[in-house]
C-alpha cells in the first residue's frame, strides 16, 4: 500500500499536467510517468505480466510512436488558447469536475466484499495462468485480435502513403530551375552562405557576416529563425571592435 | 490492501482523461488523453481481478491493450495525413464537412 500512495499523488499530479501544458512533447513525457506509475500500480496488485507489457506496449512503443509524430507534426505545434465556442473550457471544466466527484463518490461507496487476492490463482505463476485462460477461453477473441492489428498495420500503411504524381526533379532539372530562376529574379545560383565561423564562436545559430558588417540572413536555417534562437553576430563582435579601437589609438 | 483506494484513483485518472479530450485543441494532446482514460480503465479492471481472486480480469486489460495499439496506430496515419493537406494539428481546423 506505500507504493500505492507514494505513486497515485504522482500521477494525479502529472495527468493533471497534460491538461495545463502547452507543448505536446511535455504532455508526452508527462503521460510517460503516468503510464510507468500504473505499471508499477499492476506490479503492486499481482499481475507482472501485465506490468512488463504495460512498460513494452505503452512506453515503449505507443509513446514513441506519438514522439515520432509529434516530430513530423513539428514540436512547436503548440495548442492555441483562442476558444472557439464561447464557454466551451469552462463548462467541460465544471461538467468534468461533476462527472468526477459523482463517479468517486459512488466508487467509494460501493463495498466491494472480502478480497480474495491471487494468491492462489498464481501459483503457477502469472503468465501460466494468463495463458490457460487466453487460449481455451478467449481465444476467439485472441484470434480477433490478430485480425485487428493486420488491419490496423495495412490501414496505417495505405493512410501514411503518398501517392508520387509529378515525376521526381533530377539534379539536372533542379540545376535548370536554378538558372531559371536567376534569369528571373535574380536569386544567388550558387550554395547558401555558410553560418558564423568566428574565431572564438562557431555555431549555426550565428550568422554569417557579410563585407559591409550587415549579418546575412540566408546562412541561418529558417527553422532558427522561426524559433527565435539566432544569436546576434555583432553582438558577439563587440569586444572585437573594442580592441580594434584600441590598436587604432596606439 | 483494501481495494477502494485503487478504484478511486482510476475514477479520478478517468475524470481527467475526458476533461482533456473535451478542453485540447491539439489532436496529439486530445489522444494522449484518450490513452489515459483506456489506462485508467485497466487499472480498475486489473483490481477487480484481484478482488475477485481470477485473471479474468487481467485478460480483459490485456485485450484493451491490443485494441489501443491498433487504435493509437490508425488514429496517428490519419492525424498525419490531416496534417499533410491542411499543415495543422488543431481539431478546429479539420472542419470542412461544416460548410
Known sequence: ?250 | MSATPFLVLSAILFTIGCVGVLTRRNALVVFMCVELMLNASNLALVTFSRVNGNLDGQVFAFFVMVVAAAEVVVGLAIIMTIFRTRRSASVDDASLLKY
Open chain 1, 1 to 250: 500500500m506505500t507504493a500505492f500512495w507514494i505513486l497515485s499523488p504522482i500521477m494525479v499530479l502529472a495527468a493533471l499536467g497534460i491538461l495545463v501544458v502547452r507543448k505536446a512533447v511535455h504532455a508526452a513525457l508527462l503521460l510517460a510517468v503516468v503510464m510507468i506509475g500504473l505499471a508499477l500500480l499492476y506490479l503492486v496488485q499481482d499481475a507482472p505480466f501485465l506490468f512488463a507489457v504495460q512498460i513494452i506496449v505503452y512506453t515503449g512503443a505507443i509513446l514513441m510512436l506519438f514522439l515520432f509524430v509529434v516530430m513530423l507534426v513539428g514540436v512547436d505545434a503548440s495548442d492555441s488558447l483562442v476558444e472557439t465556442i464561447r464557454g466551451q473550457r469552462t463548462l467541460a471544466v465544471i461538467l468534468g469536475v461533476l462527472f468526477g466527484v459523482t463517479l468517486v463518490l459512488g466508487v467509494a461507496q460501493v463495498s466491494v466484499g472480502t478480497i480474495t487476492g491471487l494468491a492462489k490463482t498464481n501459483a503457477d505463476g502469472n503468465v501460466v495462468g494468463l495463458a490457460n485462460l487466453l487460449f481455451t477461453n478467449y481465444v476467439f477473441a485472441f484470434e480477433a485480435t490478430s485480425a485487428l492489428l493486420i488491419t490496423a498495420a495495412l490501414g496505417a500503411m495505405v493512410l501514411a502513403h503518398r501517392e508520387r504524381i509529378t515525376p521526381r526533379a533530377s539534379q539536372a532539372d533542379l540545376a535548370r530551375q536554378r538558372m531559371r530562376d536567376y534569369a528571373a529574379t535574380g536569386k544567388h545560383v550558387g550554395p547558401l552562405p555558410a553560418p558564423g565561423v568566428y574565431a572564438r564562436h562557431n555555431a549555426v545559430d550565428t550568422p554569417a557576416l557579410l563585407p559591409d558588417g550587415t549579418p546575412s540572413q540566408s546562412s541561418v536555417s529558417r527553422v532558427l529563425v522561426a524559433r527565435g534562437t539566432v544569436k546576434s553576430a555583432p553582438a558577439l563582435a563587440d569586444d572585437i571592435t573594442e580592441v580594434v579601437r584600441e590598436e587604432d589609438a596606439k
